[in-house]
């Protein structure tokens, strides 16, 4: 009679035993290669029965150990994955070993043996990318031991271009930069700087400072288990995860990793259950001592939608913010990327584009490729005027950037009240709701952070901004007209 031990719950050790008769111990298997065609031939069989998709997800990381005194030992990569196969498939893996080699008395699933502690000067990275890969193809499915088992499916691939060489670094970015470094070289992580929260507007260089991170821990040591997502894409496991059923793989995926990279964080707000998850999964790593990394559009502080534990948690380490950039950097980056792509632009249209396009260093980057895929395709002499007019709808657009000056001189105007009640201490309902409005339209429509909004209104306090932008946006939902000034004035202002 087949029997399937229980095993003892919470016991690393636990094992699932498939038995038959409690039979006198057999020889040894004499050759390996020989136990490892059985176990192909086993593997085949399963995959036929239950379908390549339930292979992939049980057996598919499931490794052959060793055959002694009829004992089967198979190795599972997580407690979860050892229970299901043998809790579900133990009596057809015993089944299928003994039809191929009758010595298999029984079938014993091990968990892994976990890696040995990380030493000082030992920081594991995942194998490298094979280079022929792709940035926008996932991750080739790699062999043998490497991160976390399984994680390196969900690890997205940094891009071979963002590295700490390539990355200019100025005033504004200075800060985050050496954070970042700081921690792609430390051997172990230093709670003090745990998490790393790299926060900054959009296209300002987090996701390029996280792959440059994920490239030194990578070149320093490739067996380091880092996982590196953006935080859409932990929210969105974690939902397939809740739909299959899989929860418990879900959570051993990510708490077996070196090193936790999460693009984005900002992503999570508002999202309980994958909250509490990141959490959970965050705490865990942490009292584990292994290092976090996060990016965000916001700081800790001025997230919304998220429960407080997480934002102190969030906050706890080291937070590095990239403010927006300055005309110098911006030339400077234009000057290196012109360099590097081996073009020759002309220094006054380099400076023409810095001083235009201020919003951000995509956008930039975007406009100095154009420029120059013009020059080489129609084979233009690449000037200020052709710049301009390869530009010219980037360049609109930039022209009609909205100053704190317009949006107060409108909204005042638009509810009848004096300019200077937008920087007034007066609090009445009639003067404090428009000076919301303006702040909120301020938040939105202008790249300036809350600091420096409250500045430009009375010199008020980043948390009064940050009152007035919820305020605001909770009364757009409940009071249409609230919501149809707002909508109005967006489109007065943006022209
Ligand atoms: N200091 C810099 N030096 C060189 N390139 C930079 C620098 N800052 C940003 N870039 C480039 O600008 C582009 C946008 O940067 P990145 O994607 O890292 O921004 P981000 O802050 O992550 O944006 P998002 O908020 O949209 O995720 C990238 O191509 C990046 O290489």
Redesign the pocket.
């Known amino acids: 009679m087949n029997k399937i031990q229980a095993p003892f719950k919470g016991d690393n050790n636990a094992t699932y035993e498939m038995n038959t008769v409690a039979g006198a111990d057999m020889e040894e298997m004499a050759g390996r290669k020989e136990l490892e065609a059985h176990w192909v031939r086993v593997c085949d069989r399963l995959r036929k029965e239950i379908g390549d998709k339930a292979f992939k997800t049980w057996f598919g990381e499931v490794e052959l150990g060793e055959l002694k005194a009829g004992k089967l030992r198979l190795y599972a990569p997580t407690r979860f994955v050892r229970d299901w196969v043998g809790r579900h498939y133990g009596d057809r893996v015993l089944a299928y070993w003994q039809s191929v080699n009758a010595e298999v008395k029984n079938v014993e699933v091990n968990l892994v043996p976990p890696p040995a502690p990380r030493r000082p000067n030992e920081i594991i990275a995942m194998p490298p990318v094979p280079s022929s890969q792709n940035s926008h193809q996932p991750p080739m499915p790699r062999m043998g031991p490497s991160i976390g088992r399984g994680a390196d499916e969900i690890s997205q691939t940094p891009?071979a271009?963002?590295t700490f060489n390539?990355?200019?670094?100025?005033k504004p970015?200075e800060f985050a930069?050496a954070a970042a470094r700081n921690i792609s070289e430390q051997d172990m992580p230093l709670p003090e700087r745990n998490p790393l929260y790299i926060f900054?507007?959009?296209?300002?260089?987090?996701?390029?400072?996280?792959?440059a991170i994920w490239h030194v821990i990578r070149e320093r040591d490739p067996k380091t288990r880092v996982l590196y997502l953006t935080a859409e894409s932990f929210v969105n496991r974690f939902i397939q995860a809740l739909r299959t059923k899989n929860t418990g793989q879900f959570k051993e995926l990510f708490r077996n990793v070196d090193v936790l990279m999460v693009?984005?964080v900002q992503f999570i707000c508002g999202k309980e259950a994958s909250q509490d998850e990141f959490f959970f999964t965050f705490n865990s790593l942490v009292e584990q001592n292994k290092q976090i990394i996060l990016?965000s559009?916001k700081p800790p502080s001025e997230l919304q939608d998220i429960e407080e534990r997480m934002r102190s948690r969030l906050g706890s380490g080291l937070v590095a913010d990239?403010h927006s950039?300055t005309y110098e950097?911006r030339l400077?980056?234009l000057q290196?990327?012109a360099e590097n792509a081996r073009v020759p632009v002309p220094v006054n249209v380099l400076e023409f584009l810095a001083h235009k396009i201020s919003t951000?260093?995509?956008e930039?980057?975007g406009a100095l490729n154009r420029v120059v895929a013009h020059g080489q395709l129609i084979g233009r002499e690449i000037t200020v005027e052709m710049a301009q007019d390869v530009l010219h709808d980037l360049l609109r657009q930039a022209d009609r950037k909205v100053t704190v000056d317009e949006i107060q001189q409108r909204v005042a105007a638009h509810y009848n009240i004096k300019l200077a009640e937008m920087s007034s201490p007066r609090r009445a309902r009639s003067v404090a709701r428009p000076r919301q409005v303006a702040m909120y339209l301020a938040k939105q429509l202008t790249t300036l952070s809350l600091p420096q909004i409250g500045k430009r209104f009375g010199n008020r306090d980043h948390t009064t901004v940050m009152h007035a932008v919820r305020k605001i946006e909770e009364l757009k939902v409940s009071d249409h007209s609230i919501a149809e000034d707002v909508e109005l004035l967006k489109r007065q202002l943006q022209g």
């Open positions: 891009e271009r963002y390539n990355f200019v670094v100025g970015n930069y900054g507007g959009v296209g300002l260089g987090k996701t390029h400072l996280m792959h693009d984005d990016s559009e990239i950039s950097l400077s980056i290196t990327k951000n260093i995509r930039l980057e």
